[in-house]
């Protein structure tokens, strides 16, 4: 069986791994007043963090049409693929999951196994990269691949902390009550994702803190000895990133780290100076 590996831009896989496994990507867009921009193609994460902070208006985003992602699947099925997983971030904060599955119905000669990562950003590319690993070695089937990246699901944690609630409330994916409490007590909020939504995790009085407490999850974790590799991500903040993961390479050199970055969706809902941290079991 040959089988294709497909994941929307915000899982944010490195254009190296995305060459390498051969991982076609269907991008989502930003909205800047009535300017609409595919991330990773019409605008930069650079460039989208610099309009981001001369905007009076918080910008939308948009997920790929259904028919976007018939054009691929077509492509997909004339290179004389029999099936394609394609992997996207939570159906619960974009429809692009649902459009995927819509668009399998549209396209014959394909097996469209759309999987939903519950997740976002890398960790949701993640999920990807070790389907395109698994279709390369070409002894699996479609759903055998599944059900290890339902395997891997179970064994992922991901927590992140934003600067400002803000983005969220106005974006609609965190209630208005919630941001609120945060903007009155000046919180910093650990986040994380519950069957799919963006919910609160604990809710701290500083940045050094919330860090401090993921780190120390992390940590908890690392004692058991079951961690196989941690992503720190940043929304245009790379040193602090960077800092966090030479931290935990001096304690911890035996484990595969990786630094990676909110992009222009992704940040659009989370904001500058927003960090993240992910890492998953063995399993």
Do not use: C
Not at 250 to 268: D, K, L, N, Q, R
């Amino acid at each position: 069986m040959k089988i294709a590996v497909m994941a929307d831009s915000t899982s944010y896989i490195p254009k190296d791994l995305r060459e390498k496994y051969d991982i076609h990507i269907v991008p989502l867009s930003v909205v800047f007043d009535t300017e609409s921009y595919q991330e990773d193609i019409d605008i930069t994460t650079e460039d989208f963090y610099e309009k981001l902070r001369d905007s009076k208006e918080l910008p939308t985003t948009s997920q790929p049409s259904v028919g976007a992602f018939v054009d691929l699947y077509t492509v997909l099925a004339n290179d004389n693929y029999d099936a394609v997983i394609t992997v996207h971030l939570s159906s619960k904060i974009s429809g692009t999951y649902q459009a995927a599955l819509s668009a399998g119905e549209m396209v014959e000669g394909l097996d469209v196994y759309a999987f939903d990562s519950e997740l976002s950003a890398l960790p949701q590319g993640t999920f990807a990269i070790e389907a395109a690993k698994m279709a390369q070695q070409g002894d699996l089937t479609a759903e055998e691949i599944i059900n290890r990246l339902n395997k891997l699901k179970e064994n992922m944690k991901a927590y992140f902390m934003v600067d400002d609630l803000t983005n969220l409330q106005r974006g609609g994916r965190l209630s208005g009550a919630q941001a609120l409490v945060g903007s009155l007590l000046k919180i910093k909020p650990i986040l994380h994702f519950v069957d799919g939504e963006i919910v609160p995790f604990e809710k701290i009085r500083t940045r050094k803190k919330a860090v401090n407490k993921i780190m120390g999850m992390l940590e908890d974790d690392v004692k058991k000895g079951s961690v196989e590799k941690v992503i720190f991500i940043h929304g245009n903040d790379e040193p602090s990133a960077l800092e966090l993961e030479a931290k935990f390479k001096e304690a911890h050199p035996e484990i595969e780290t990786a630094i990676s970055y909110f992009g222009p969706v992704i940040g659009t809902h989370l904001g500058q100076d927003s960090i993240g941290v992910s890492w998953y079991h063995k399993y």
